[in-house]
């Protein structure tokens, strides 16, 4: 038998009205009272029906991420530091994956169960800043993450998607090295994370005085162990001489540093490798991968509070940019320089 608000009523001895205040964060309680309230709560593990609640308040307590994948360790682990900023502010999260299609990113915007939350975080990659007007037909109130459409009409939570690239360049080039490589580029891409980092990694290497060489651009095509992997092959096949790895996620890095350890190069004598997001897994591999920190929990707690300020100001707010801080993660692949 499901528990309702009258077992918690009776258990915490105040009538049933006091529990829906304090399930609906009333502020004038007595904190005797609510404390009594919330331990009846836990005791009896009551779970309020949502769907009741947001027909009351207008409110459901529950928030929606849209991410590309899952399968990429980025957006999962972006996922679980959004669900504990989400927890912080007493949010659930609901979480649908686009898989990087154009129309599916629309039609998640559109769909009937956006309607049931109160707000979206909403990681774009398919849809371009040509495609910003489309989001003044999204009436529920909204956050974007990632490059996509710079200035659409809300708020947008990033990261220093050039600047880092820039300083991971810059930290194999303090180590001497000179011949580095540009793993994960799409060509023309300007507006999106693989043209921002290329396009930090080449300002690192004019600042240093280093003709910049193509042959040294691996394009890819899905960021993941694979194709970082396929395009290590090919730079090894066509004989390219080089010393320095920058790769633009960290799975591209790992895929790359399979290959060149099956190919006999060691690492970081032969070819320092740094990779991009500090994923948990980077600090257990053989050798530990030096990669940039982008700031993946800044973003989820800006992105989230920025979410709720929407909320409750029904679209009184002005669009907002926030760029989350990285820092250079030196490890075994790409020590400090000495």
Partial sequence: MSITMHDVARVAGVSIKTVSNVINDYPYIRAETRQRVLDAIDELGYRPNLSARGLRSGRTGVIS??????????????????MRAAKRQNLSVIIEQSGADRQTELDLLAGSRMQAVDGILYSVLALGEEDAHLLDAVTTPLVLLGERIFHGPTDHVTMRNAEAARAAT???????????VALGAHRGE??????????????????????FDDRLVVEVGGWFRSGGAEGMRGLLASGTPFDGVVAFNDVLALGAMRVLQEAGLRIPDDVAVIGFDDIDETRYTLPTLATINPGRDEIAEVAVRFL?????SAGGIAPREHLAAFTVVARESAPAPS
Avoid: C, Q
């Avoid at 396009?199 to 690192?204: L, Q, S």
């Avoid at 709720?308 to 409750?312: N, T």
């Fill in 65 to 82: 991420l849209i991410i590309p994948d899952l399968r990429n360790p980025y957006f999962a682990e972006l996922a679980d530091s959004v």
């Fill in 308 to 312: 709720v300020e929407r909320i409750a």
């Fill in 190 to 211: 300007v507006v999106g994370s693989a043209g921002l980092r290329l396009g930090g990694y080449r300002e690192a290497l004019d600042a240093a005085g280093i003709a």
């Fill in 170 to 180: 810059d930290h194999l080039l303090a180590s001497g090295r000179r011949r580095i």
